[in-house]
């Protein structure tokens, strides 16, 4: 058995010692390719994260990280981002007040032209797509996201109650002017005992959201509200709806406006695409009270909707266009229409049954699909300028203070001049 045993080691030492004559190969290690890293600054109620994470799992070789913060702070802390020259994301939602403010720090951000968007723009709404171009139409900043075409919400029962044609065709025709929106409001505030706006600043966004020129000129960028005409009649209007005890006073979204739609403390509101479902969760005990009706010609315009940019800071701009260019597709844009409510901004879909046949139940079976896909196709592109936020915080303060009884009307519009010149001498 010894002699057995040492045979096998003399054996293996031979072995051993034919494979050093072998020269060693160093195989290197197989090394996965680490996923892009993508960050995407979003705004609450996009109803984007779940296509993002729908996105992210089918492309293994992306790590999308998505960051929401409120409304005020996406804008403010992209604008601090792109001043420092670090912090922004490669892809970022821009809400369409803020448009032209970002599209004047066009040399922070790709454009879009450069990755084939031209070759898209035929799927989206004119003015949508417009109003993310430069004035020579030669940068793109975003592509657009979601639109808030509007409709006259308005509560049936108040209107026949003040004598008034209550159908949603005949207030469409009721409500053609402003000097209609005045008559109707006194006859709602003397037979129905009810008040025609909740607040003053809902009357004076109708009237003023379809301008083509709002407060800067699109040529120079100068401040124009002074001798904007048609901003001073808006503005007039309003004073006068003030005057005769018109508006409610009442802050949207707070629970006591919830609380004035249910009893019909006020007869109209203004209604873009996303807002029904606002009136209809904030108010479900009226369902059926309330009911839809067209704008009259002049007065057809957007409220909210979004674009996403890339800034330039981004590490992977393919990819992060092609993201983008996912999330507002029109098959993607029905999606959210369907799960989310977002009104598209492709009108291709608008024939979708999903849209077409959509009523709904809570304002008075509304053909809301077809109504919102005709207005959304009548509006025009507007120019509100870099820092049309600005103004309209001032102008809506002065406004409240209006409905508060703080500021007499005959002394608002020298006020809003006053503050808005203000506000705006804080950014040089």
């Not at 070789?61 to 490669?90: C, F, M, W």
């Not at 993310?132 to 029962?157: H, K, Q, V, W």
């Not at 109209?268 to 059926?288: C, D, E, Q």
């Not at 701009?317 to 989310?340: A, C, H």
Request: glycine share 6%.
């Amino acid at each position: 058995m010894r002699n057995r045993f040492k045979g096998v080691i003399l054996l293996l030492l031979s072995l051993l010692t034919a494979c050093s004559s072998v020269p060693v190969v160093e195989v290197a290690a197989v090394q996965e390719p680490h996923p892009s890293e993508l960050t995407v600054w979003l705004l609450p109620g996009t109803g984007l994260e779940p296509l993002i994470t729908e996105y992210d799992r089918e492309h293994p070789e992306l790590k999308i990280r998505v960051v929401t913060a409120q409304y005020a702070d996406v804008h403010s802390n992209l604008q601090t981002a792109l001043a420092a020259g670090y912090g922004a994301p490669d892809v970022v939602v821009i809400e369409g007040t803020f448009i032209d403010r970002f599209k004047s720090f066009s040399s922070h951000f790709h454009n879009l032209y450069d990755y084939g968007a031209g070759a898209l723009s035929s799927e989206y709404l004119d003015w949508k797509w417009i109003n993310a171009e430069s004035s020579d139409r030669s940068f793109l900043l975003a592509l657009p996201t979601d639109i808030g075409p509007l409709m006259l919400a308005y509560r049936r029962d108040l209107f026949e109650k003040a004598g008034l044609p209550s159908d949603r065709q005949s207030v469409s025709r009721l409500l053609q002017s402003w000097d209609d929106y005045i008559e109707v409001g006194k006859a709602l505030k003397e037979k129905a005992g009810t008040k025609m706006f909740n607040n003053l600043r809902i009357m004076f966004r109708l009237m003023f959201s379809q301008l083509d020129e709002q407060y800067f000129d699109r040529s120079t960028g100068r401040l124009i509200l002074e001798e904007n005409t048609e901003a001073r009649k808006a503005w007039e209007y309003t004073m006068k709806a003030a005057e005769l005890g018109l508006s409610a006073n009442i802050e949207t979204y707070l629970p006591e406006w919830g609380v004035a739609l249910e009893k019909g403390s006020f007869a109209v509101m203004l209604a873009p695409s996303w807002m029904t479902a606002i009136i209809r969760n904030n108010a479900p005990k009226a369902a059926g009270k309330w009911d839809l009706a067209e704008l009259g010609p002049q007065q057809y315009g957007n409220w909210g909707g979004s674009y996403l940019a890339l800034p330039k800071e981004g590490s992977h701009p393919e990819e992060s266009f092609e993201l983008i260019r996912y999330l507002t597709s029109p098959e993607q844009q029905l999606r959210l229409f369907s799960d989310n409510g977002n009104f598209p901004s492709t009108p291709g879909v608008y024939e979708n049954k999903a849209i077409r046949d959509k009523i709904d139940p809570y304002f008075n079976n509304s053909p809301v699909g077809k109504m919102y896909s005709e207005a959304a196709r009548k509006v025009k592109p507007t120019f509100k300028g870099p820092l049309a936020d600005v103004v309209e915080t001032a102008l809506d303060e002065v406004l409240q203070q209006v409905d508060n009884g703080t500021v007499p009307p005959a002394k608002a519009w020298n006020e809003a001049l006053r503050r808005t010149e203000a506000a705006l001498a804080l950014y040089p």
